[in-house]
């Protein structure tokens, strides 16, 4: 036997004992077992397989809180910017959620963006025809945008689904004053100020009004 037939022995010898060691320890992949994937968008199949791909991680359930959170703050600074952003990207995930939208509706409203806030209150009672505040919050934006028929139906209608919410009678007030119907609107203050004795606004509206 020849140095190189010795060494080829040798490295056979090597081979089948690394191989039979390995088939007899179990420790090797085994099919829906051992893949795991390593990062949360990681994909089996891709090209050859499509109809073997896994979808997009879903989104953290606690992230439309954390946004709404961002909101909340921003608002409290005045920060109506950085909160139209929170929001947007929350209705990103959710669409119809309408504590989004309620705070949306809000931050449009603060920003003087009437047709914007239109739409989201309405887009609030697509969701809820029976949401109370969402009637009120579209007749102070119908008022802005001069559609005043429009507004006192939605005044009419929030007041209807609740008559006892102070600022519900307060808004329709405010409607009425500028429409120069001064005596039902002062029945309107009274009527608010009655439900909520704090509403200073409506105090002092009956005191001008009163003169």
């Not at 191989?19 to 968008?41: H, I, M, N, T």
């Not at 009437?114 to 209150?121: E, H, I, N, Q, V």
Request: no cysteine; glycine share 6%.
């Amino acid at each position: 036997m020849t140095l190189f037939q010795l060494i080829l022995l040798i490295a056979a010898g090597g081979i089948f004992y690394l191989f039979f060691r390995q088939l007899f320890s179990g420790d090797y992949p085994r099919r829906g077992v051992d893949y795991e994937a390593k990062v949360p968008e990681e994909r089996i199949g891709g090209i050859n397989r499509p109809d073997k791909t896994f979808s997009r991680s879903t989104e953290k359930p606690g992230r439309i809180e954390e946004l709404l959170s961002i909101a909340d703050e921003s608002l409290e600074k005045g920060d109506n910017l950085e909160a139209k952003k929170a929001l947007q990207s929350a209705l990103i995930l959710d669409e119809n959620n309408p504590e989004i939208l309620r705070r949306l509706g809000v931050v449009y409203m603060n920003m003087n963006d009437y047709s914007d806030a239109r739409k989201t209150y309405e887009k609030l009672l697509e969701l809820d025809p029976n949401d109370d505040l969402a009637h009120g919050s579209l007749a102070n934006a119908l008022h802005k945008l001069g559609e005043e028929e429009a507004a006192l139906r939605e005044h009419h209608e929030a007041l209807r689904l609740d008559p006892d919410y102070a600022p519900h009678h307060y808004n329709y007030a405010n409607t009425l004053y500028d429409l120069g119907r001064r005596e039902e609107a002062l029945a309107e203050y009274r009527k608010a100020l009655e439900l909520d004795s704090d509403l200073k606004e409506a105090k002092k509206m009956i005191e001008e009004l009163s003169r």
